[in-house]
């Protein structure tokens, strides 16, 4: 029996004879295009008293196929936004000052080689560079004295002065040799090639005169492929830095613990020796007794849960306050309240993202919202002040004001308010269905505008990456439902066995049999869905990217109903995948010269003798989470068997497709295949309404 557990409809229009909201308004679907002509915010940052954010948004232009990204400052009260920074450099990462009489930020402007420290005083005036740091800085915190920051930089730790790093990039821009030499495991990550630099922690006083490392001379570094603002945190009294390195200095098995260390630089101190585990995002209460952070305790299991651990600085001991045994969710997106009696987190909860409270001296942690998805918290003076931001399938990231209490969000930022008055979206809802061994499976089904349940629809039924990433009510760039929907699809999105936000143990069920109960689960959705009258089962399409992408490529190989496939960035040979920018990494359940039959079992190409689907594949040269030799391979063993498959190739593009004029080549490239194999919009068909069909052909009136 379907449950449904959440049903949202835009304005009156109901599902059943709705008609299409263009009929009332000159209002159009959403489209690819539109996308890029909204706005895009980032993390907000609050004024020492919360009466004021301040956030980078980003605005596209498509010509251009370029993003500009200024500093915006929105009262938390309601009144109006204005614009910080104008600048045709990227301003990011902006950070207020204790005082409240700054705003740092990270930009490239004028003769800049590397991304700088620069600082905007609010009471009015032009920023001005902090920095001249030649390996550039990132994730800038300030002191509570106002005085100083603290910034991240990847270094090379055998250079004398900052004189001699840049000599040395000099030197390597200016050498005719190309040729680039590892003596360690990381060498790529996602886009980039990694060098020998070291990121390591700097602090740098506001008049920029003077800038001295603290991690430098502790013999750890922090994680150089990407370490952001989680990775450290600055103490109240300003006397200490947590930051989160690895203890083994062991690129391939890995120890990440949180250490402590004066300011100024000296000995880094271990807190978390007792852990084998990952401990990240040191966090220090307002009131300096405590310093909270994360932990997860599976080695080589990315989805463990995360515990929140706080340690008592006076006492020196760590105490779990969270577990999988009392409450079975990560915790995550983490910040104190003013008080320090609190905790606020983003949780990863059962196909949202919620707000929660987690008292300090125990109870359970408590929901403050329910619907939607709320990220980026800041919070900040009295009451306390809280901002997030706020998406839906129907709404992107919006800055709202929320109720720390009641949960009751207000919206403060309005910069997309125009574009989105303009498209007629279609409605959503949230289901469930019994999937791989009895198990509840929680899916989204997105309806295109004037979705009429009286006529049967095409399916696009979508698989998401990861695999432990749970799909959110949220608005997404790269994979937005509604603009499938506005095709004329029915487009469903499911949380199979592995996706986060339901469950260590379901998180966990699918290792290491990567494929089998997603598999199952996703012919379960097709199942469902094929059965109501308002689905032709007969126009089916699937596909997704990364694991996403994997998954449709394990589909390929076995039985189906769908007529066709997507395949993105698609793991297709198992083995080969070690050429990835993690291949160096321990296996938690074996190598696959330990365990050759578990990889047979699970890679897509051992079922190419069953290809027979019309299948579309998309790869990105600068894909190195998963190389291009997938998509190739998978192409050619397509066209090798006569099946009838298109490969297109983004040879600027990662493991995303992220430049404006790409994307919307990439949206209308499936919308083309999507046409060409499976018809959008209603057509005529036999299918009676009273009751579906099984995809073996016999019936079910269970619906």
């Not at 349940?453 to 994979?479: E, M, T």
């Amino acid at each position: 029996m379907l449950k449904r557990t959440l049903f949202i409809v835009l304005g009156a229009f109901l599902m059943a004879g709705s008609t299409s909201f263009a009929s009332a308004q000159d209002v159009q679907p959403l489209t690819a295009e539109t996308l890029w002509q909204m706005q895009r915010l980032g993390a907000p940052s609050l004024s020492p008293d919360g009466s004021a954010a301040v956030l980078p948004v980003t605005r596209y232009d498509v010509e251009e196929d370029k993003g500009y990204t200024d500093l915006w400052l929105i009262p938390t009260d309601g009144g109006e936004a204005r614009q910080l920074t104008t600048h045709e450099a990227s301003d990011s990462s902006p950070v207020w000052s204790p005082d409240g009489q700054w705003i740092a930020f990270v930009s490239k402007r004028g003769d800049d080689e590397q991304s700088q420290l620069y600082v905007l005083p609010t009471a009015g005036g032009e920023a001005r560079r902090v920095t001249e740091v030649p390996t550039g800085v990132s994730a800038p915190k300030w002191f509570p004295d106002s005085k100083k920051l603290a910034f991240i930089s990847r270094v090379w730790p055998d250079a004398e002065n900052w004189e001699a790093m840049a000599e040395r990039l000099k030197e390597k821009e200016e050498s005719k040799v190309t040729a680039q030499q590892w003596d360690n495991a990381i060498i790529r990550w996602w886009d980039h090639w990694i060098d020998d630099r070291q990121a390591h922690l700097y602090t740098v006083t506001l008049d920029g005169k003077s800038v001295q490392p603290v991690t430098l001379g502790t013999g750890f570094e922090l994680d150089r492929t990407g370490a952001g603002s989680d990775a450290y945190d600055i103490s109240p009294n300003g006397d200490e830095i947590a930051f989160s390195a690895d203890s083994l200095n062991d690129q391939t098995d890995p120890d990440f613990d949180i250490f402590v260390v004066p300011a100024g630089g000296g000995e880094a101190r271990n807190l978390t020796e007792d852990n084998r585990g990952q401990d990240y995002s040191p966090l220090y209460s307002p009131d300096g007794k405590w310093l909270a952070f994360t932990r997860q305790k599976i080695n080589g299991f990315y989805a463990d849960t995360l515990r929140l651990v706080l340690h008592d600085r006076q006492q020196g001991t760590n105490r779990q306050r969270t577990g999988v045994q009392d409450w079975d969710r990560s915790a995550s997106g983490l910040v104190w309240a003013p008080d320090s009696q609190a905790l606020y987190g983003a949780i990863d909860d059962a196909g949202n993202r919620r707000i929660y409270r987690i008292d300090v001296e125990g109870g359970a942690p408590a929901a403050i919202t329910g619907e939607k998805t709320f990220s980026s918290l800041a919070v900040a003076g009295d009451g306390p002040v809280v901002v997030a931001l706020r998406q839906s399938f129907l709404e992107p990231p919006t800055l709202v004001r929320v109720d720390a209490g009641s949960g009751e969000a207000t919206q403060l930022s309005h910069f997309n308010d125009e574009v989105l008055a303009e498209v007629d979206f279609g409605t959503y809802e949230s289901v469930t269905y019994t999937g791989a061994n009895g198990d509840e499976i929680q899916m989204w089904i997105n309806y295109p505008p004037g979705f009429d349940k009286s006529k049967p629809w095409p399916l696009y039924l979508l698989i998401h990456g990861g695999p432990h990433n749970g799909i959110h009510d949220s608005f997404h760039w790269r994979w937005n439902a509604q603009v499938f929907s506005g095709w004329g699809y029915v487009t469903a999105w499911h949380n199979f066995h592995g996706s986060s936000g339901f469950g260590q143990d379901f998180a966990d069920s699918i290792n290491p049999e990567r494929a089998e109960m997603p598999y199952q689960d996703t012919l379960a959705a097709a199942q469902l869905l094929a059965d109501k009258p308002w689905i032709d089962g007969d126009r089916m399409a699937a596909g997704g990217g990364s694991y996403g992408g994997y998954l449709t490529s394990v589909i390929l190989g076995r039985e189906h109903p769908f007529k066709t496939l997507i395949a993105h960035a698609a793991v297709y040979n198992s083995f080969t995948q070690y050429a990835a920018d993690y291949g160096s990494g321990k296996r938690r359940h074996g190598e696959f010269w330990e365990s050759p039959e578990v990889y047979q079992r699970n890679s897509p190409h051992f079922g190419a003798g069953n290809f027979d689907t019309p299948t579309l594949v998309i790869h990105g040269g600068q894909d190195f989470r998963v190389p291009l030799n997938h998509g190739i391979e998978l192409y050619q063993t397509l066209q090798n068997r006569d099946v009838e498959s298109r490969l297109i190739y983004y040879p600027d593009e990662n493991h995303w497709i992220l430049k404006p004029q790409n994307s919307i080549h990439w949206y209308h490239s499936k919308e083309e295949w999507l046409t060409d194999h499976v018809k959008p919009e209603p057509v005529a068909t036999e299918k009676p309404a009273e009751e579906g069909k099984k995809m073996d052909g016999s019936s079910d009136g269970d619906s």
